[in-house]
């Protein structure tokens, strides 16, 4: 069992739509969360992160951390077709050389 | 203007081959890492320095060895180079590993096929 699961996807929505991101995880010393965004044939670039649980906004972007349930959401709202990408959750314990476990990813596309 | 450049872009090599990948930041960080990230995109770490010195080894196997001639610079020399190794390799940069080190800034990647 990975430490971080993530349902790959594909997600097609229609522009406007709400999504919904979810990644689950298996270790309890995780405490910081994040979310990158994948273009194809890009590198990873930092989205959202949070610290312990809550949630975070940041314009259209919520990220949302449920420590009891071992749970991590992202919300994008309005989605527009250039938020099409692969999402990725990664978390770490925070004291381990800057090593960041990732999910999968979940390949989003908003079609116009 | 380019924050984390790797060289080169692409690389299709033979098996048994050594190849190396070079890693450049100009955002004047002090921690470097290299990820892998397999054909179905898990990107998993395999390395990271700090100030030039190596922090973490993911159990990669020896034929990958890392270099950081200075803080501003990561290499990966890989060699005799097997099929599995096909895959996106990373480079990324941080801030100190008590800083916001889960800020990483990647590279574009060098996309490695082996025939």
């Known amino acids: 069992q990975k430490e971080v699961e993530q349902d790959p996807g594909p997600l097609s929505v229609p522009e406007g739509a709400i999504v919904s991101l979810n990644c689950t995880y298996s270790?309890?010393?995780?405490?910081?969360f994040m979310w990158y965004r994948q273009y194809s044939r890009k590198g990873p670039e930092l989205l959202m992160y949070t610290y312990s649980s809550g949630n975070k906004e940041d314009g259209r972007f919520t990220a949302q951390v449920d420590k009891s349930s071992k749970y991590i959401s992202l919300f994008i709202r309005d989605s527009q077709p250039s938020d099409s990408a692969t999402y990725l959750c990664a978390m770490s314990r925070g004291n381990q050389g800057g090593k960041l476990i990732f999910g999968q990813g979940t390949e989003l596309s908003v079609k116009p | 203007d380019t924050a984390v450049s790797q060289t080169p872009k692409y690389l299709v090599t033979q098996m048994g081959n050594d190849k190396s990948i070079k890693c450049e930041q100009n955002l004047g960080h002090d921690t470097m890492y290299w990820y892998k990230q397999d054909s179905k995109k898990f990107l998993k770490i395999m390395f990271s320095?700090?100030?030039?010195?190596?922090?973490i080894n993911e159990t990669v196997p020896n034929r990958f060895s890392p270099k950081s001639p200075d803080k501003a610079h990561l290499n990966l020399h890989i060699n005799s180079l097997e099929l599995g190794d096909s895959a996106v390799y990373f480079c990324?940069?941080?801030?100190?590993?008590?800083?916001?080190?889960?800020?990483?800034?990647f590279g574009p990647g060098t996309r490695l096929t082996v025939t």
């Open positions: 270790n309890s010393a995780f405490q910081y």
């Open positions: 990324a940069s941080s801030h100190g590993l008590a800083g916001r080190f889960y800020e990483q800034y």
């Open positions: 320095y700090n100030n030039k010195e190596l922090i």
